[in-house]
């Protein structure tokens, strides 16, 4: 109850505001954030019925049923878990009142209308998540790359000319090498934290 006033104190509408660094605190996605393996909010749309909490580690959208129902359902998407993708800003026209920017978490699809007023902040966020996509890209492109080329190894090990013996001993060893080096990929290429990423286009 207490959320929802300052909800209605911050002028809230159908179209989504920014809400500023001070206010997060106003908000129910900042109960979700989990403070205690530093997650930390760089960007939080909010409307009547819907809050979009961007964080280093996840999307948390808390999802109202409508401005009027006060039940709200939490819904987290760790970016590691769902590549962004199709980022799009869609500014306004003469007679607009909102600007939008869409893309796709995962098998979920976002679009959010914005107060036009804010298309400075917005673009920050685009860029931002823009960055995270392309870095994204890369990385899945690079783990399957360093995938690819195990299966290679382990092919041509196969196809040589030793003993039985020794073939199995060399697959043990290269199966070990292997869980080694695709635990090392993972790490290099399987990002789970974007802060440093928010922290350079977010200029709150």
């Not at 605190?25 to 954030?33: F, I």
């Not at 783990?143 to 013996?165: F, H």
Request: hydrophobic letters at 35%.
């Amino acid at each position: 109850m207490l959320k929802k006033l300052a909800a209605d104190a911050l002028g809230l509408s159908d179209i989504g505001k920014i809400i500023e660094p001070q206010d997060y605190d106003k908000t129910d996605a900042d109960d979700y954030v989990r403070h205690e393996d530093n997650e930390k909010i760089y960007f939080l749309i909010m409307t009547k019925a819907d809050e979009y909490c961007f964080t280093n580690l996840a999307l948390i959208h808390v999802d109202g049923e409508n401005a009027t129902s006060s039940k709200r359902t939490m819904k987290r998407y760790p970016y590691s878990q769902h590549t962004i993708s199709n980022v799009l800003l869609e500014t306004a026209g003469k007679i607009d009142r909102d600007i939008e920017i869409k893309f796709s978490l995962g098998n979920e699809f976002f679009s959010i209308d914005v107060r036009k007023d804010e298309i400075d902040k917005l673009k920050d966020l685009y860029k931002a998540l823009l960055y995270i996509s392309e870095k994204m890209h890369e990385n899945s492109v690079m783990y399957n790359m360093a995938g690819e080329s195990l299966d290679k190894a382990v092919s041509v090990l196969q196809n040589s000319r030793t003993s039985e013996a020794d073939l199995a001993s060399q697959y043990k060893q290269l199966t070990e090498f292997g869980f080694s080096w695709m635990e090392s990929a993972r790490k290099d290429y399987h990002q789970k934290d974007f802060g440093a990423v928010f922290e350079k286009y977010i200029n709150n």
